[in-house]
C-alpha cells in the first residue's frame, strides 16, 4: 500500500451484505465440511458515497442455478435494508470475478458507477470461458478501471493486490487515524487459514500459486488491521479468539 495514501479522519461505517447460501455440490472440495457457504459483500460507507465490494450471485444463470441452488439476496434491497440506496453507490470494488463475487454488476451497468478490476482477473476471464458468467463479470468498457498493482481509488481506501486464490485477486484496505480495516474477500476460505498462515489446495487457483497465496495473507497481516473482513467466513478481530468459519 503506498505510503501517500490519505488515511481519513475517522473509519466510515462498513457493513456486511448477506447476499446469498450455496448448496455445495458433492464434488466440491469443503462440501464434506460445509455443506453450505455464506456469500458476503461489504458497503463501505465513504463520505464520497458507498463503495460496494463484491457484489453476490447473479440471476438467470440455468448451470449456476442447477449446481448451487443459491439462495440468493438482491443487491438494492440488501443495501435499503440498511439505509443506502443502489443509486448513491459510486464505486465496485470485485475482489475477483467468479460467479458468486461479481453476479450483480449488471444492477449497475449503464451508468456513471465505475468498477475497479485487475486487468489479470480480466485477462482470465477472456481466457477461459468457464471461469465465470462473463456477461456478470465483465462491466461495459467505459465502467471499467482496469488496474495493474495497487491502487488508491478515495481518500482512505486503496486497493491492495492479494493474488492467490485468483491471478487478480485484490483485497480493500480502509484508512483513518483511528485505526485500519481489510476487506479481503476471499483470499481464505476458512478463518484459520488467515490466522495459521497457511491455505487449502481448493482455495488456491493452481499449484504455482500456493506461495502467493501465502504472501498475500502475510501482506494483510503486515498492516495490523483491527478487523479483517472475508467473503466466505467469519470477520477476523486480532484480540478476538479464533472463531469458526460461519455456517
Known sequence: ????????????????????????????????????????GYVIDHPDGPIVVDTGVGFGNDFIEEVYQPECVRLDG??????????????????????????????????????FLQQLEVDEVDR????TDAEWALPPAAQRRLLGGDF????????????????????????????????????????????????????????EFHDLAIDSIRRIKALKPQTVYFAHCAAHRPNDAPQRAEQ
Open 1 to 40: 500500500m503506498s505510503e501517500l495514501a490519505v488515511a481519513l479522519r475517522s473509519l466510515p461505517r462498513i457493513e456486511r451484505l448477506d447476499l446469498a447460501v450455496l448448496t455445495l455440490p458433492e464434488w466440491h472440495p469443503e462440501a464434506p465440511n460445509q455443506p453450505t457457504a455464506p456469500v458476503y
Open 78 to 115: 440488501a443495501l435499503g435494508a440498511i439505509g443506502i440506496e443502489a443509486s448513491s453507490i459510486v464505486g465496485v470494488v470485485n475482489s475477483h470475478l467468479h460467479f458468486d463475487h461479481c453476479g450483480q454488476n449488471p444492477l449497475l451497468y449503464g451508468t456513471d458507477v465505475p468498477f
Open 128 to 131: 477461459d470461458r468457464f471461469y
Open 152 to 207: 488508491e481509488m478515495a481518500e482512505g481506501v486503496t486497493i491492495l493486490t492479494t493474488p492467490g486464490h485468483t491471478p487478480g485477486h485484490q483485497s480493500v484496505v480502509v484508512e483513518s487515524t483511528v485505526g485500519r480495516v481489510v476487506v479481503a474477500g476471499q483470499a481464505v476460505w476458512e478463518l484459520e487459514e488467515f490466522v495459521d498462515e497457511r491455505v487449502t489446495v481448493s482455495n488456491v487457483f493452481s499449484d
